[in-house]
C-alpha cells in the first residue's frame, strides 16, 4: 500500500519521538541535528512541537518529524498523545544522572508495551562530554540497550557527537522495518513460537473479584 | 548571524516603541521639537530601525540600530549634554550622524533638518554588575520594561541575594558619606538619582515579585532589605512593609507547613467571597458522599475551573522559565508553583480515567456514558476557557487504556463523538499548534468566549446557547505546556554566555519575558472567575481511587479484549490531537485490519508541505470507520460461539499441558476453572494434575495458547475465569516455569512483538 511500500522512487516519512526526563538534553540533541533550520526559522518563531529533517539515505528520501516533548515531561497524560503512531523513539539519559536512565527503562517498557515491535528505539546517554562525572556504566546501558532491542549511542550535544549517526541508524531501521512490514504482510509468516503476550503487572490489581458478569 | 538577528529585530521594535513612550528623556527633546514623528522614511520602508553594528562598553555589549527620524518643522537642537543613556535609547547629539540638508551643526538651530538617523542602542549581553546598575538607570528614565524584564528573569542567571547585595551595594556607593574613588568622582546630583532609584528599584520588586523573598523560615533577603531599608535608607515605608510580609508569611507557612504552594494565598478568601454562582442550593440537596454520576456537568467544570484558576493565579511567572522549570531537582522546592498545576493536570486526567475504568462490570452502554459526561464536562471547561482541565480531560480520554475501549466508543453518541474531535483540535499539534495560539491570542484577556472563533463549531455554539443568558464574565486558564515547551526551546537554543566572558545574555532574557509576560496577562484574567468552592468536591475528587497506569491498562483489557488480529495502536480511533476530520492529509494509514502492516499503510500526497501536518492521519469521517471496526469485532467473535466448554456461567474447563512434556505426546489435562479463582488456585490445581504440587506455585506462569502461535501469559493474581481469551477455538493452556528476570529480557521483546491482551469476559458472548 503506498509509498511506504515497494515502489522504487519512494520517500518515507517518519516520525520520531524524543522521550526521556527534564534537563537530559533532549532539546539541545535535536536543535543540534537540525540545526541549519533551527537558527532562521524555528528559533525565531520560538514555537515548533516539531522540527523536521530531510535525509537521503540509499537514493531514498527520507523526511523525519523529530517530535520534542521539552517542558511537558511532568504532564503525565500526555504520553500516549505524543508517541501514538510514531515509527521511531529516541530515549534520551543523561550519563550523570542515574534517575534518568531509570526512566528511560519506564519508557521502554512502555512502548514495548503499547506498540510492540513497530517501532524502532535509540538510546542516547547524552552528555558524554561530562564522562567524568559518568554515573550510568557504559556497559550496563549497552547491555540493557541490547536486550530490550534498542541501539544505544552515545552522544554530547555540547559537542555534537553521535548525534547525525544516531539518527542515521534510526532512519535506516525504520526504513528496513518498513519494507519488512511490507513484505510480511504479503506472505503471511506464521512462524515462530516465541510470539508470548504478556501482561505487565507491577502492582496487579484484582477487580471485583468474581461474580461480575454483567452482560454487555 | 546577520540574518538571525534580522529576526531577532521583531522584539525590539515593539520594546523601542515602548521607550519612546515612557522616556521622559526623549518626551523632552519631543517638546523642543515639536511634532516629531518617528514615522518612516527608512530606506527599508518600514519604521523597523536596523542594525548598525555592536558597539561594546564597559561591560556591555549593545546592538546599535540606525533609525531615521522625520521631522516637521525646523526644531531646535536638543541641549548638546543630553545625557547618554545606554540602555535602549535614541542618541542625539554628538552621535547624529547624517542630515538631509547641510545645515550646520554650530548653533542651537538645526534648521531646516528633515531627517536625523539616529543610533539605538540595546543591550545585547553585559557583566552582572552593570545590568543592576542599568537596572538603576531604567527606573530614572520609567524604563519599566527594562526592569520587568530583568527581575521575571534574573533567577536564571544569579540569585536573589546577589542582586540585593549589589543594589545595597550601589546605594552605598552612591552615599555622601562614601570616599571611594568612584563615589567621589560622582556629583552630588547623580548620587541622589541613584540613591533615589535603587530605593525605587527595591519597592518595586518588593511589590511585583514578592515570592523572590520568600525563604522560609528565616527570609534572608527579606530580613536584610528590612534592616537596610530602616538603618541605611531610613525608608519607613519599606521597612514596614517588610515587617508585614515577613510577620504574615511567618503565620501562612505554620499553617501551610507542608504545603509548598506560596504567596497569592490571599486571593482565596477573596475569591470566595465573590462568588456569583448559585449552585449551592441545588447542591447540599445532593446525597453524601457524592458520586460523579449524581453531579451536574456544568457543575463539575466549574468546580475544577476554581481549582485551575487559584493555582494558575499562584504560579509564580519565574518558575516557568526553561532554567528553573527543567531543573531535575530532587526536592520539590524548585518550580514548586508550576508544578502544583502539572499535578493538578494530571489529577484530572487520571479522574477521568478512574471513574471510566472503575467498575470493570460496567455495561458497555453505561461506560459510554461516563465517556459522554466528561465530554461535555470538557466542554463545558471550553466555556469557561480553562484550557487545563480541558486538555487534562481529553488526555484522559485519549489514554491507551481508554482509547482502546472500541466496543464502548461505539456506544458514545455520535454528536457527543463529535463534540470531542472538535475540542481535541484545539490542541491539535498542526502547525505548531497554531489552533491553540490563536485561541489564546483571541480570548486569552478578553473576557468573553469568542464566539466566532473557527474553531468553534456549530455544535458547540448550539451547546452554548443554553449558557448564553448565564453567560458571565470568564477568565482564562491556559494549558501551560505549551508556554513551558516554548521556554525550553528558548533556553536550548541561546547560549546563556554568547561570548564565554561571562557576560549575561540579555538578548535571550528578553525573549523569554515576552512569554513570561503573556502568562502574567493570562494570570491577572484569570482573576476574573467567580466560582464558589465548594468542599465536597474536593472532597469527593480526593476519593476516587487512582490507579497507576499498570492497573488501568490491566483493567482495560479486563473490559474488553482486542481481536487477536490487531494490535491495540493499529486502528488509532484518535490520532494526534485528535484532529479527525482532515483537509490535506499527507499520511494515510488504512484502516484495515491487517495485523503486521501499519507503515505500508502510509503514503505521501504532498511533497511540499513537509512540516506542518506530517503526519496527520487521514479519516474521512470518524462514525464510519468506527461501525467498520465494530463489524470487524462482531466478526471475530462470531466465530466463537459459546461451546460446550463452558459448562455453566460461573465455570468452564480449559486443556492445561506441561512445558517440554510435548516428547510424550500432545498431553492435557482438564481442568474446571469456576469464576472465582485466581491464577495461582489454577496453577495448583494442574500442577496437582501432574503431581507435582510440592514445587512452588510461583516459579509457574499460566500461558494461554491461542491460535498463529501466539500466547497470552495470565498474570500472577489475575481471575483465571475472566482473563481467558475465549476467542480461541480451543481452550489450551501451558504451565510453564518462569523465566529469571535475566533470562526474561530478551524475551519480553520478542512477546511483546505483539501485544494482544485478550483476557476477555465471558459475558461479553453471552
Known sequence: MAAGGTGSAKSFNFKVVLLGEGAVGKTSVVLRYVENKFNEKHISTLQASFLTKKLNIGGKRVNLAIWDTAGQERFHALGPIYYRDSNGAILVYDITDEDSFQKVKNWVKELRKMLGNDIALCIAGNKIDLEKERHVPVADAESYAASVGAKHFHTTAKLNKGIEEMFLDLSKRMIERQSEDTHKSTTTSRSNRTKTVTIVDDEPEQPSGGGCCGSS | ?766
Open chain 2, 1 to 766: 548571524m546577520r540574518e538571525a538577528m534580522e529576526h531577532s529585530l521583531k522584539p525590539y521594535k515593539t520594546l523601542l516603541r515602548k521607550f519612546e513612550g515612557m522616556s521622559p528623556i526623549f518626551s523632552r527633546k519631543q517638546k523642543n521639537r515639536q511634532p516629531l514623528k518617528t514615522k518612516s522614511t527608512n530606506t527599508r520602508g518600514t519604521d523597523n530601525p536596523h542594525l548598525w553594528g555592536e558597539e561594546i562598553k564597559d561591560g556591555v555589549v549593545y546592538n546599535v540600530y540606525l533609525r531615521k527620524v522625520k521631522y516637521f518643522n525646523s526644531v531646535t537642537a536638543p541641549p548638546s549634554n543630553t545625557t547618554r543613556n545606554p540602555i535602549s535609547r535614541t542618541n542625539t547629539d554628538p552621535q547624529l550622524l547624517s542630515y538631509s540638508t547641510t545645515a550646520s551643526l554650530s548653533g542651537e538651530e538645526y534648521s531646516g533638518i528633515q531627517w536625523e538617523t539616529r543610533r539605538e542602542y540595546v543591550i545585547k549581553s553585559a557583566t552582572l554588575e552593570r545590568l543592576v546598575e542599568e537596572l538603576t538607570q531604567a527606573m530614572n528614565h520609567m524604563d519599566s520594561s527594562f526592569i520587568n524584564i530583568f527581575l521575571n528573569t534574573y533567577q536564571s542567571f544569579t540569585s536573589t541575594e546577589k542582586i540585593l547585595n549589589l543594589l545595597i551595594q550601589r546605594y552605598t556607593l552612591a552615599s555622601d558619606r562614601h570616599s571611594g574613588s568612584k563615589s567621589r568622582s560622582m556629583k552630588k546630583g547623580t548620587k541622589l538619582l541613584i540613591r533615589k532609584s535603587v530605593q525605587s528599584v527595591l519597592t518595586m520588586w518588593l511589590d511585583e515579585n514578592p515570592s523572590d523573598f520568600r525563604e522560609p523560615p528565616n527570609y534572608p533577603c527579606l530580613t536584610t532589605l528590612m534592616e537596610f531599608a530602616k538603618n541605611t535608607m531610613l525608608n519607613k515605608e519599606l521597612t514596614e512593609r517588610c515587617r508585614r510580609k515577613i510577620e504574615r508569611w511567618k503565620n501562612e507557612d505554620e499553617i501551610t507547613d507542608s504545603d509548598s504552594v506560596c504567596s497569592g494565598s490571599s486571593m482565596n478568601s477573596s475569591a470566595d467571597s465573590q462568588f456569583t454562582f448559585s449552585i449551592v442550593e441545588e447542591v447540599d440537596n445532593m446525597m453524601n458522599p457524592r458520586e460523579f454520576h449524581q453531579m451536574e456537568e456544568d457543575y463539575i467544570a466549574e468546580q475544577l475551573t476554581y481549582m485551575d484558576a487559584t493555582l494558575f493565579r499562584q504560579v509564580v511567572i519565574p518558575h516557568c522559565l526553561g532554567t528553573l522549570w527543567s531543573k531535575r531537582d530532587k526536592e520539590d522546592s524548585i518550580a514548586s508553583t508550576v508544578k502544583a498545576t502539572v499535578e493538578q493536570f494530571n489529577k484530572v486526567s487520571y479522574l477521568v480515567i478512574s471513574t471510566i475504568l472503575g467498575d470493570p462490570t460496567l455495561k458497555a452502554s453505561l461506560r459510554a456514558k461516563i465517556i459522554t459526561k466528561w465530554i461535555h464536562i470538557a466542554q463545558e471547561c471550553r466555556n469557561l476557557k480553562n484550557f487545563s482541565s480541558l486538555k487534562a480531560i481529553l488526555s484522559g480520554l485519549q489514554a491507551n487504556c481508554i482509547h482502546r475501549l472500541r466496543r464502548t466508543w461505539t456506544a458514545v453518541p455520535k454528536d457527543s463523538v463529535v463534540i470531542f474531535e472538535e475540542l481535541s483540535e484545539i490542541f491539535s499539534h498542526e502547525n505548531n499548534h497554531e489552533a491553540w495560539r490563536e485561541i489564546l491570542m483571541k480570548e486569552g484577556t478578553a473576557k468573553f468566549v469568542d464566539k466566532s472563533s473557527t474553531i468553534r463549531s456549530r455544535t458547540m455554539r448550539r451547546k452554548s446557547l443554553k449558557k448564553e443568558l448565564s453567560s458571565i464574565v470568564h477568565g482564562t486558564i491556559p494549558y501551560l505546556g505549551t508556554f513551558l515547551t516554548d521556554l525550553m526551546m528558548i533556553h536550548s537554543a541561546y547560549p546563556d554566555d554568547i561570548l564565554q566572558n561571562g557576560y549575561i545574555n540579555f538578548e535571550k532574557k528578553r525573549k523569554e519575558f515576552e512569554l513570561l509576560a503573556q502568562i502574567r496577562l493570562l494570570q491577572k484574567a484569570a482573576q476574573n472567575y467567580h466560582i464558589h468552592s465548594d468542599k465536597d468536591f474536593q472532597k469527593w475528587m480526593d476519593g476516587v481511587k487512582i490507579y497507576t497506569d499498570e492497573q488501568s491498562y490491566h483493567l482495560s483489557c479486563i473490559i474488553e479484549p482486542l481481536s487477536p488480529k490487531t494490535p491495540s495502536h493499529k486502528k488509532s480511533q484518535f490520532s494526534f490531537g485528535g484532529t479527525w476530520r482532515r483537509r490535506s492529509a499527507i499520511f494515510h494509514w488504512s484502516s484495515s485490519g491487517s495485523s503486521t502492516s501499519s507503515e505500508d499503510g502510509v503514503s505521501v500526497s504532498s511533497s511540499d508541505s513537509p512540516a506542518p501536518g506530517l503526519m496527520r492521519m487521514s479519516r474521512s469521517s470518524s462514525c464510519s470507520s468506527l461501525s467498520i471496526e465494530l463489524s470487524s469485532i462482531s466478526s471475530s467473535s462470531s466465530l466463537t460461539p459459546l461451546s460446550p466448554r463452558y459448562l455453566s456461567p460461573t465455570s468452564c474447563a480449559i486443556k492445561v499441558s506441561m512445558e517440554n512434556n510435548s516428547d510424550q505426546g500432545n498431553i492435557y489435562k482438564s481442568i474446571l476453572v469456576n469464576h472465582e479463582e485466581h491464577t495461582p488456585a489454577v496453577i495448583a490445581t494442574a500442577l496437582c494434575k501432574y503431581q507435582k504440587d510440592e514445587e512452588p506455585i510461583s516459579s509457574y506462569e499460566l500461558v494461554q495458547l491461542l491460535p498463529d502461535d501466539e500466547e497470552m501469559v495470565i498474570p500472577d493474581k489475575c481471575n483465571v475465569f475472566y482473563a481467558i481469551n475465549q476467542s480461541a477455538p480451543d481452550l489450551t493452556f501451558e504451565l510453564r516455569k518462569k523465566q529469571s528476570p535475566s533470562e526474561k529480557r530478551p524475551v519480553l521483546k520478542k512477546r511483546n512483538s505483539r501485544i494482544k491482551l485478550l483476557i476477555k469476559k465471558k459475558s461479553s458472548t453471552s
